[in-house]
Each structure stands twice: as C-alpha cells, then as structure tokens.
C-alpha cells in the first residue's frame, strides 16, 4: 500500500477545486476524506440534491447553548465540495476526518465567543497565526498574495499539489505548527481518521484526502497511533447538532470578518464557471451591470477594455489578465478614469450577492421550519442583497408580513430593520423595511428555539419574559407597544399588568413622559390593526394624569441640560395628548402648560416651549404672548435665561421663524432684547442663539435679516401695540377674496368656495 493521495488545497480556491476534479478522475479512489466534522457525515447526501445550491455551510452549535456555534462555508468553488459531489456523483464514500464539532465547541474560549457576540467561523477559529500563502508570496517577490496564487495556481492548467506540499514543508520547518497549539490536536484526528479509512477501504483502492494544503506535511509525517491518541486524551466534549444553512459570497469575503476567506467570490466564481475567455466573460458582465444603472457602455469599450486588460498582463509578466488588470481596465475605459462606478462593480460582481439554497429535507429546529413554511406563504424570500419593503397594512398579506417582521425583531433575529416610508406617508397604514438575510440568523433562528417550536409562540414567550425582567418603565411601555405591532394579543394581557405595576410605582416624571408617547403610538397601532387596546387605553390615561400632577414641579430648579431634556419630554407629551381621545386631559394638560408658562421657577427653554405650545393651540392671545415675551425678555432676566426663553419659544424646528416674520411685533421684543444685551453678557449668549437662528431655512433667514435691517415699526395712527401693515380688525371681505384660491390649493375646487368665507355666513 503506497499510502493515502494527500491533495493540499486552499480553502474557495478555484484553481484547487479545478485540480482536485483532475485528480480525483484520474485517480478514481475508493473513498474520498474531506477535511471537515465528522459528526456532518450523515448530512453529505443532500449536497447531492437539486434543491442544494452553494454557497452553503454547515452549521454546528451546541444543543443546550445554540449561540456557541461554528460554521463549515462550501462555495461552488472551494474543492472540498468539488470533492463530496465527485464522490457522490461516483458512488465512493464520503468522510469528514477534522476535530469532531463536539470538542471544537467545548474547546472554544468562551471570552472570545461572548466577547464578540457573532457565531465563528471553523476556519477563523482554527487558522494559523502566520499567512503561508503571504510568506510564499513575499519569497517570490509579490507583494501581494492573492496577486501570487492567481499567478501559480488559478491561471496555470498543471497540478500543483506537490509544490504546496514541499512550499508547507518548509515553512512548517521554519515555524513549527504556525504558532496555534491546536493544529497539533487536529492533524493527529485526522491521521487516526486516515489509518482507519485505509482499513476500511485499502482493498478496493486508494483513499484520497481534501484537506488545507498547511496540513499536507503534517498528515505524512510518520507518528504511532498511542501518540495519536494520546495527543486526543482528556478532550473536552459537549452535545451539538450539525446541519445545512444558506451562505453567502459576502460572508466569504475578507472584510465580513472571515478568516479564511477571499477578498473576491465573486471573481472566483467567475473564473470557476466560465468555460472558456473568463477575461472577456468577465468585462461582459461589467458592461452589463453599467448599463443597467444607465452608464452608456458599448461593444467597443467592452474590446478596448480587454485589449488594455491583456496588455497589462503583459507588461507585468503576468500568465493572463488577473482582477486586478480587469479592474484598471475598467476604470480606464469603462468608468472614464472614475472610482465611484468601480465601488458597484466590486460590491455586485468582485465580492457579489450570492445566497445559496438548502433543501427542505436538511435538519433544522422546529422554529426554523416554522419560519421557512411562513417566509413562502408570505413570498418573503430571503435574500443576500439588500432590499426596500413597503407594506399597506389594509391588506390581509402585507398586515402578515409585518407581524412576521416584528415577531422576528422582537426574537432578536434582524432579518428586516424598519425604514422610513418612500412614499413619505406618515398614516399608521404604511411601514416599510429594509431586508437582508444574514448567515449568523440562522444561529440566532436557533437560539430562539428554546422560547418555543413557532414564531408566534417563540416571540409570545419572549415578550412576557422580557415584561417580568424589564428593569425600566419605558422599556415595558415600548415592549407593549411592540406586541401590538407583532400582533402578540396573548402577550399583552402580561405586559399590561407589569406595566399597570410599574407606572403606579415610578415616581420619576421623566421615566412617566418618556412611558406616554409609546402607549399612544401603540393605541393608533391597535387602531389600524384591528387590536382591542381598551386596557393601553386605561393605563395611558392614568399615566397622563400622574405626568400632569408631577410636571410643575419636576421644571423647577433644573440645570441646562436637565431643562432640555424636560423640553424634550414636554413635546412628546404634548404630541402624545393631542392623540388621546379624551377631551377632558387635554383641558388639563392646557392647565399645566399654563402653569409652567406663567412660573418664574421654571427653566426658560420649558417656559418658552409651553408658551408656543399654547399660542400654536389658540390659547394665548397675542397679547398674551407679547406680555410674556416682554416679561421674559425684560431688564431683570438674566441674559443667559432671556436666551433660554427664546430658544424655547421660536427654536427647536417649531417654525418659530416664520412666526418672528409675520408677527413684527413679536421680532421687535427680540430685537430689542438682543440690542441690548451688554458685550460680555452677549458673548455667553451667542452660542445659544446661533443653534436657535440657524436651524431656520435660508429664506426664513433672509427675511428677518431685512425686518431688522428696515426695523420693525409700528402704526403711531393705528394706536399701540398694532404692528404696521397689520389691520385692528379682520377685514371679511378682502379674506373671502382669498378662499377660492385657498380651496383649489386644497384640492377642494374653486367653485365649492363660492359664497362661503370667513366674514360671510355658512360654514366652509
């Protein structure tokens, strides 16, 4: 017996899978050993199904703790599965000879796996700590090793195998196992695994073996198999499940994270695919991807880019035009010299966004198939590249899809993140969402598995779990409003009385006006939903009474930025009241603003705010208004506290400019004010000022540097306190003049003005 075939390869390197397809015809052995977990061997035959599309991995995590977890990628490119489906497509027996999963995991440094929060990769975890193909790069005289192994192995017909074999033997005898201890452990498995599988298979001939070309040495070295085994003794071991996920080409990638992975799938499965001018190919599918987004690409630039990409090949010394003269061809003649079009070719095509496929036969958690049966009764199709969602929740499919996507957040599994309406709706009837499917929900799709064997189950158990363990007010208020947007009805009778609890034991009135605005949110949410909220009704209420009763005093005696984040939860409890149905706390609510508009204790941003608040409510006069504008600008107020007023008053987006240019009365207060501010008063204030005033919109801006230039006057005839170009008196019948426009404006018609208008009688 001459000994196993050993074919060293790179991991997703199509060169490899291209020579190991060769090697494995010529040789045609008995049975094929493949560098990956044994405890995978039972899931092989579905890499033979038709539904099985790589990129695909397999999925190891341990039963009692799916967040420890690893992952086994398989591009169409990567030889070891060129070598399962050779084997399978031959009826030779498939075995994977690595580490069994169970002491990987077990070995796995839980500092490391917590620390980071994302499942690894096998390859990352195990990778050796020097870059072989980086020192074999440098030694020929690259400087880059991709550059190299395209040069050596992907452009060159011939085998390569025993020249990596020799390359690893030296550098294994340079730098010992490459400075990671465990390698040690895994060669000696793997030599067991190798002695057994002759046994079992030597009669009928040779036994080949796909592992990482950096083992190749280390499987031919001659060792007993007491010192195997010995090497083997003592492992830890835990209980895991292994099956098939989809992958993805940009999982494969360098930059996600993956350590033994390549800064270009997507070339690489080009050059894998393309069965003959993968240069031409390739530039052809760049022109294509350019005309799609409208950039004019003809036939010619496609010729002129190859002639120049074969030219560069050339020059460098190189076998055949590599990715990196395709991409300067590229962006000579197809981009115009531009990298902005070369970051979409790289992100579509060099690094692509390619998902593979798992039959519906592979083993998974009763939460997965649960998930899978509702993503094709939905239409919701996973997929890698990132895509707009728009839902109108009237419609029985997209009302689904919604609950489905929110269950799904609410289980920690970010398939899809809400985004802001493209359509710029703001009814309660649309949402819309940005959908990715990652490979790492897989794991969280089986850590969610112990809340239960549905979705609704599993996210029904999570909520009222999350309700009992919330340590704050406000996460158990967005926590209800949550289950009402995943349609959690049998959650909420839970979430409501932890939060009925909760609300009649926080005193904090901050913790109660950030509570109110998620409760109102989630009764419109019930609302369009069709989702009884009469008990959120209940609990809303009372907790808008126990704001109104501890606001005043709350405002009083606070720093700048406690004032501001009062400010800040005064408007949201302004907006949250003018939802509720109740007539009644809105009167009271007015009473409280009146409060805190009126008392000098109150930080002056709040006392600005509440004054605004209550003249855009048709609460406040305008004389109302000047007299305390006037009280709060006047000689006895601190200038920094003046400043805080007005910021309060016409700052924070409230349209207060518009406001100072048509009330001129209002903007000579201002004016005034400001005028008379001492230098080093000034100098404190200006910061504050110039946030207020330059959050306005260019014209407002220009508009009240030309009042202040002119100077805002007023009528001496008309008497005091009437601003020039202002009547006493509304003047009814130039307003009717005005109502047929208003109305086409509107979209209402002209003609349904006729007759109707603010002096006339008739309501309009």
Known sequence: ?????????????????????????????????????????????????????????????????????????????????????????????????????????????????????????????????????????????????????????????????????????????????????????????????????????????????????????????????????????????????????????????????????????????????????????????????????????????????????????????????????????????????????????????????????????????????????????????????????????????????????????????????????????????????RLRWEPELSVRVAEAGVWGTTVLGAATAKAESDAVGASALADVTALAEHCLLAGLGDALPTVMQVLADRAALDTDVGHLAQALPALVRALRYGDVRGTDTAALAGVATGLAGRVFVGLPPACAGLDADAAAELRGHVDAVHAAVALLEDTGLRDRWRTVLRTLAGRDSVAGVIRGRCARILLDEGELTDDDTARLMGLALSRGTPPGEAAAWVEGFVGGGAGGGLLLVHDERLLALVDGWLTGVSGDAFTDVLPLLRRTFSAYEPGVRRALGELVRRGPTVSASAGAGVVSGFAEELDAERADAVVPVVRLLLGAGAGAGAGVGVGGGGGG
């Open 1 to 433: 017996m001459r000994g196993p075939l050993l074919l060293g390869v790179r991991h997703h390197g199509p060169g490899s899978a291209r020579a190991v397809r060769r090697a494995l015809d010529a040789a045609n052995p008995a049975a094929v050993l493949i560098e990956g977990p044994p405890e995978a061997d039972g899931l092989v035959p579905l890499a033979a199904e038709p539904d099985m599309r790589p990129p695909v991995a397999l999925l190891a995590h341990v039963v009692d703790e799916p967040g420890k977890s690893t992952f086994w990628p398989f591009a169409e490119f990567s030889p070891e599965w060129v070598a399962i489906r050779w084997a399978l497509e031959h009826g030779a027996p498939v075995r994977f000879i690595d580490l069994p999963a169970a002491h990987t995991l077990a070995m796995r440094t839980e500092d490391r796996t917590e620390a980071e929060g994302v499942p690894e990769d096998a390859e990352d975890a195990d990778a050796v700590r020097i870059d072989p193909l980086g020192v074999l790069a440098e030694t020929a005289g690259y400087d880059d090793a991709e550059r190299w192994w395209e040069d050596v192995v992907e452009h060159r017909e011939g085998d390569a195998f025993a020249a990596l074999a020799e390359a690893m033997g030296a550098l294994r005898e340079s730098y010992g196992d490459g400075g990671h201890s465990r390698d040690l452990v895994r060669e000696a498995y793997m030599r067991l695994q190798i002695r057994s599988a002759e046994r079992e298979f030597g009669s009928g001939g040779e036994v080949a073996v796909v592992c990482g070309a950096w083992h190749v040495p280390a499987l031919r070295q001659k060792t007993t198999v007491t010192a195997d085994r010995a090497l083997l003794k003592g492992l830890p071991k835990a209980k895991v499940d292994l099956t098939w996920v989809p992958w993805t080409h940009r999982r494969l990638a360098r930059t996600s994270g993956y350590g033994a992975g390549i800064e270009s799938p997507g070339w690489y499965g080009h050059l894998f695919s393309a069965p003959d001018r993968p240069v031409e190919r390739w530039l052809t599918k760049v022109a294509g991807l350019l005309r799609d987004e409208d950039r004019i690409v003809s036939s010619a630039h496609v010729i002129e880019a190859v002639r120049l990409a074969e030219t560069l090949a050339v020059m460098r010394g190189r076998p055949l035009a590599g990715l990196t003269e395709t991409t300067d061809a590229v962006r000579a003649v197809l981009c115009e010299g531009s990298d902005v079009p070369l970051s979409l070719i790289h992100d579509r095509l060099v690094v692509g966004d390619v998902l593979g496929e798992v039959p519906e036969g592979a083993p998974a958690v009763p939460l997965q198939r649960d998930l899978t049966k509702l993503q094709r009764s939905l239409r919701l199709k996973p997929a890698a590249l990132e895509k707009e969602l728009d839902l109108d929740l009237r419609g029985d499919t997209d009302a689904a899809r919604s609950r489905l996507l929110h269950r799904l957040r609410l289980l920690g599994i970010a398939w899809g993140e809400p985004a802001g309406s493209a359509r710029g709706s703001t009814g309660t009837f649309r949402e819309s969402w």
